[in-house]
């Protein structure tokens, strides 16, 4: 059972956390990680352009003009693809890009890439994730102090209106609460900062 530092929003060091090695020191699996993204993307991807074949353009049923004779190219419907308002060749059509993907290997997935995180020194655990007041300038404050200049996943315990307000403004910052956190996310931000209380309700979800 691994054990890291803990630190509170000033970046001042106040203790550690012990962390369960099945969930925070699992073995790298980059296969599993890759499939729990596709999915991810899969699953957001709506699907929904569609235009019509030349089959199903209203019109064009009488060929233009006769076959032979007058000197331009045959033609038979002014519906066809090379017409202005005709068909479109190998027309797209809505269809359903969802995936998926088995619970245990989300999973697998999840702690892959956030054990991976906390070898690489991307993970920061705090003893509580909380501002003084709902104001951008507190969580400027908390950035600088772990000097954090790229994407910062928050994961709380729950949703804290005053944090959610307070970085609301930040477009590097973006929260999600421990019931929700995921594969996509983690590998997504350059860093990921976790509540302790946050660590206790993955331990409690996925039974640790």
């Not at 060929?63 to 027309?91: E, L, M, N």
């Not at 989300?106 to 890439?113: D, H, M, N, Q, R």
């Not at 772990?146 to 994961?155: G, I, S």
Request: with cysteine; net charge positive.
């Amino acid at each position: 059972m691994p054990s890291v530092k803990l630190y509170n929003m000033k970046a001042n060091e106040v203790g550690t956390i012990d962390l369960p090695d099945a969930l925070f020191n699992a073995e790298y699996n980059e296969p599993v990680i890759h499939q729990a993204i596709v999915t991810r993307l899969a699953n957001e991807r709506q699907g929904t352009k569609s235009t019509l074949t030349r089959s199903e353009v209203r019109g064009g049923g009488a060929k233009p003009w006769r076959q032979k004779g007058t000197g331009r190219a045959r033609q038979g419907s002014i519906r066809s693809p090379q017409w202005v308002k005709g068909g479109v060749v190998f027309a797209p059509k809505s269809r359903d890009f969802s995936k998926k993907m088995n619970v245990k290997a989300k999973e697998v997935a999840l702690f892959s890439a956030l054990s991976q995180k906390i070898r690489d020194n991307e993970v920061i655990f705090i003893d509580e994730i909380k501002v003084d007041a709902p104001k951008t300038k507190e969580m400027v404050a908390f950035l600088n102090a772990f000097k954090l200049e790229k994407t910062v996943l928050m994961v709380m315990d729950n949703a804290d209106e005053a944090v959610l307000r307070a970085s609301a403004n930040i477009k590097a910052i973006s929260t999600i609460p421990a019931c929700q956190i995921n594969t996509y996310d983690v590998v997504k931000n350059a860093k990921i900062v976790i509540s302790k209380t946050a660590v206790e309700q993955i331990k409690e979800v996925y039974g640790e």
